[in-house]
């Protein structure tokens, strides 16, 4: 099942500059993940941010989380390459029973 | 070893055909999934094993039975599919404790093509 809305769908932009992609879901959660998919491949977990975080880093990547509004962003800064990719967010159903609830994901290509 | 393996990568069978997709992960991970991914779309949950007990069946049709005979390995037995279960089929891994969602770790999936 799907919880939200990722967008845009689609984001393109030149090697070094920053991207941001937005999630936005229906339901009160524990905790929202993102995941990197590449083409035809297995999804890579990349950040976990729990309900009463609000921002959280790795390496390029910051995520925030507004449980207000029910939305999460993921920005990537400097970007390569190889970042070009899928962007999935996920967030845990309620109440939590192992399955992820997955937004439709943003396509990001890196224009070199 | 944070690895979860899949075989076979590919997949062609007929709808008369009886094949099985295997999965492998030594993490210690007690929750193991199949997802089913089309095209450009979020993967689809289908099962959920917890400590080998079946959690989760998303409704999936009986033509996909699933299996898990330890801790580390999961398989998904197909038969008599149709050609609309082409699909990239992925199999992931999670701790479990208590309830709390935990990060899952995918394998690079089956690409399976149903003629």
């Known amino acids: 099942s799907q919880q939200g809305e990722e967008d845009p769908q689609a984001l393109s932009i030149q090697e070094g500059e920053n991207a941001t992609m937005n999630c936005s879901y229906k339901?009160?959660?524990?905790?929202l993940q993102w995941y990197r998919q590449n083409s035809g491949r297995g999804l890579v977990h990349l950040i976990l941010i729990r309900s009463n975080e609000r921002e959280k880093h790795s390496g390029r990547l910051r995520v925030t989380l507004d449980t207000s509004k029910k939305s999460s962003s993921l920005l990537i800064t400097a970007s390569r390459a190889a970042d070009t990719a899928s962007y999935f967010c996920?967030?845990?159903?309620?109440?939590?029973?192992?399955?992820?609830?997955w937004g439709a994901g943003t396509k990001l290509i890196i224009k070199p | 070893d944070t690895e979860v393996t899949q075989t076979p990568k590919h997949l062609v069978m007929g709808m008369t055909n009886k094949k099985s997709l295997k999965c492998e992960q030594h993490m210690g991970h007690r929750a193991m999934y199949w997802y089913k991914q089309k095209a450009k779309k979020p993967p689809e949950l289908m099962f959920v094993y917890s400590y080998e007990k079946l959690s989760i069946n998303e409704s999936v049709p009986s033509r996909f039975s699933p299996e898990c005979p330890n801790s580390s390995l999961l398989n998904l037995h197909l038969h008599a599919l149709q050609p609309e279960d082409s699909a990239l089929y992925l199999c992931a891994s999670s701790q479990v404790s208590g309830q709390e969602i935990h990060e899952q770790f995918f394998g690079p999936g089956t690409r399976l093509t149903v003629l």
């Open positions: 996920a967030t845990d159903a309620k109440p939590p029973n192992y399955q992820l609830i």
């Open positions: 339901t009160s959660i524990n905790n």
